[in-house]
């Protein structure tokens, strides 16, 4: 199994709503991202989870919240989102946080706030 | 902080064809990895190929190659033999070469759109 999976595919939401990303792996890999990815932009880095604990934080508002269960789940809760956080939301995951180790990517939850 | 730059925001190739996507880079490291990513129309991402810094041999994938300039800060990803599958958006990354937390980011190029012309 060489797939990190995303769920849901799209999500529409409003901004007083509260709502979770979840991403998948069973590839054993130890390092997990969420990156957001605004159209035609480059994915941009949110969070890193490194062996369950939270590696980087580039510096997100918290009403992005990330939670890693178990080293083979790692979810984002949104909540009072804004319309400017519509985005392709990606998540990556690699055999562990050296440089040699490929990231594998998900086919991203694209993202709407009403 | 490290920042990488590509300047063609856009390339076209006929089928078959040889083409070559620029990217450029500044860092003060002297040791870092450098990767092309590929991006398909409502796909994932993936790996094309990877150059680490300290070695001068550049790295080659079967059709994808790339020209690695440490002096010039030069990264450029030659791509032979174009294939209608190759057309997507294509994204030049930054890794510094340390291997503890913190230093797990990538950092991406705006990324040119590569179209295939049959």
């Known amino acids: 199994d060489t797939e990190v999976t995303q769920t849901p595919k799209h999500l529409v939401m409003g901004m007083t709503n509260k709502k979770s990303l979840k991403c998948e792996q069973h590839?054993?890999?130890?390092?997990m991202y969420w990156y957001k990815q605004k159209a035609k932009k480059p994915p941009e880095l949110m969070f890193v989870?490194?062996?369950?604990?939270?590696?980087i934080n580039e510096s997100v508002p918290s009403r992005f919240s990330p939670e890693c269960p178990n080293s083979s789940l790692l979810n984002l809760h949104l909540h009072a989102l804004q319309p400017e956080d519509s985005a392709l939301y990606l998540c990556?995951?690699?055999?562990?946080?050296?440089?040699?180790?490929?990231?594998?990517f998900g086919p991203g939850t694209r993202l709407t706030v009403l | 902080a490290q920042t990488v730059t590509q300047s063609q925001p856009e390339m076209s190739v006929q089928e078959a064809e040889t083409v070559t996507l620029s990217c450029t880079y500044d860092?003060?490291?002297?040791?870092?990895?450098l990767f092309w990513y590929k991006q398909p129309p409502s796909r994932q991402m993936i790996l094309v190929i990877r150059q680490e810094a300290y070695k001068q041999q550049n790295a080659t994938e079967n059709r994808f190659s790339v020209n690695f300039q440490k002096a010039a800060k030069s990264f450029s990803l030659k791509i032979s033999d174009s294939q209608l599958g190759d057309a997507a958006m294509y994204f030049c990354?930054?890794?510094?070469?340390?291997?503890?937390?913190?230093?797990?980011?990538?950092?991406f190029g705006t990324g040119t759109r590569l179209t295939i012309i049959p």
């Open positions: 990354a930054y890794r510094s070469a340390l291997s503890n937390f913190g230093n797990e980011k990538l950092t």
């Open positions: 860092t003060s490291e002297s040791d870092y990895y």
């Open positions: 989870y490194s062996y369950e604990k939270l590696s």
């Open positions: 590839m054993g890999h130890r390092a």
């Open positions: 990556a995951s690699s055999q562990g946080i050296s440089p040699r180790d490929e990231q594998f």
